[in-house]
């Protein structure tokens, strides 16, 4: 599964002052899921920074079941530049300055979540799954039965409106030969012909 989201990060270091407080970020992120487990691997784009069109940061989580009762979360991030910059070093120690604290906050959040007792499962099973997406159809269905109808009454009238079109081509068709058919028998039997022959 992939998908992109657009949201504004607070820019913590900036150089000597300068730059903005906050920036806009958009991330890719692609999810896979396997057997014991699942992989988010997030791609994040910063824009509105000094420098910010000369990297991306690429994290990878990794969630896996490693007895009956646990699970294991691994993650990693790089700093992937894609030109040349001057303040490689400086970006580099920001990066992993912020993603460090970041990564500190998060492991004290799961710390105290999990201190209070179980918790719900955060992968859905596929029944639940299942019943959802029937939940939002039969929705769906409700909501959008009396468009449905509309437009198959509108389908409808239009095929009744081109068979009748074409009823009325056909018509006027055969009328244009018989009015062709006439002029050209009149052609045959023109009041002169008839004269000249009396």
């Known amino acids: 599964m992939t998908r992109s989201i657009t949201f504004t990060h607070p820019v913590k270091a900036m150089a ?7 920036a806009r970020t958009k991330r890719h992120q692609r999810l896979w899921r ?3 487990g699942m992989l988010l691997e997030n791609t994040t784009y910063i824009e509105g920074i000094p420098h910010a069109d000369t990297f991306c940061i690429c994290d990878r989580w990794l969630i896996a079941q490693s007895t009956s009762t646990s699970v294991q979360l691994s993650s990693s991030f790089e700093i992937q530049f894609t030109k040349r910059s001057l ?3 400086l970006i580099e120690k920001s990066v992993k300055r ?3 604290e970041w990564w500190t906050g998060y492991t004290k959040m799961i710390q105290d979540v999990l201190s209070q007792g179980a918790l719900e499962p955060l992968i859905p099973s596929d029944a639940m799954l299942w019943k959802e997406s029937s ?4 929705r769906l269905d409700r909501q959008y039965v009396w468009t449905i109808r509309l437009f198959l009454f509108v389908i409808f009238l239009l095929f009744c409106i081109l068979l009748l079109l074409v009823s009325l081509i056909t018509v006027f068709a055969n009328e244009i030969e018989l009015l062709r058919a006439a002029l050209e028998h009149k052609k045959m039997i023109s009041p002169n012909c008839l004269i000249e022959e009396l």
Do not use: C, H
């Open 16 to 22: 000597m002052g300068l730059g903005p407080s906050e």
């Open 135 to 138: 939940l939002i159809l039969e």
């Open 87 to 89: 303040f490689r070093s």
């Open 34 to 36: 396997f057997d014991q």
């Open 98 to 100: 912020e993603t460090l």
